[in-house]
């Protein structure tokens, strides 16, 4: 069935706000230390470049990115995680924070921490723009978040139905036309 977007869930203004305050909780929390931030593409890309113009200029950070499929349909993750693309740094000693568009069932993230939690890094935290906690499978720690929104399937600010409207710069959720 042809999805097409319905009203606006989360404005521009809204996101604005969150974004100055999720970069000020992070800069509280990791001022002093060697900071290592991973986004999740492509999906958290829109909104950790956001979040990175709200750090302060003396924060110690770099960015890296991953790129995980999961395995399931368009909209269930089945919890099996292909990585595409891992980290280019190695991040033993440092503190990483996870950068994730949306938790849903939590599975990917839970895949995630796991991984990373190997690689012994002296902290790994969790930085969410959107939770969907009546989805949620497994329990995963979100340390800074950003909206918690009802079960509803959700586009736009790099969130995506079938690699479409990642570039809306609000979010919507969506709805199928019949
Ligand atoms: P989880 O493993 O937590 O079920 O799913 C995480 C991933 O599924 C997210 O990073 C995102 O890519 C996708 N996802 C989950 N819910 C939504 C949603 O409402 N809208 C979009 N566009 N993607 C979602
Ligand atoms: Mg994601
Ligand atoms: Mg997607």
Redesign the pocket.
């Known amino acids: 069935m042809p999805l097409e977007i319905s009203s606006v869930l989360i404005s521009q203004e809204q996101i604005r706000e969150k974004v100055l305050q999720l970069g000020a909780e992070i800069n509280e929390r990791y001022r002093g230390q060697e900071l290592v931030v991973v986004g ?1 593409l492509k ?1 958290a890309v829109f909104f950790l470049s956001d979040l990175a113009r709200a750090l302060e200029p003396e924060l110690d950070v770099s960015f890296d990115f991953m790129s995980v499929s ?1 395995y399931g349909s368009a909209t269930e ?1 089945s ?1 099996v995680v292909r990585i595409l693309k891992d980290l280019d740094s190695d991040v033993r000693g440092k503190h990483v924070l996870i950068v ?10 839970a895949y995630l921490l796991q991984l990373l939690r190997q690689r012994k890094p002296a902290s790994l935290g969790v930085c969410a723009l959107l939770d ?1 906690p009546e ?1 949620r499978r497994v329990e995963v720690p979100i340390d800074f978040r950003g909206f918690v929104i009802p079960d ?4 736009g600010y790099g ?3 079938a690699g479409k409207w990642r570039h809306l710069p609000e979010i919507h959720t969506v709805v199928s036309r019949s």
């Open positions: 999740i999906g999961s993750s919890g994730e568009d949306i938790v849903d069932s939590g599975l990917t993230l969907k989805r509803a399937y959700v586009v969130l995506d139905a």
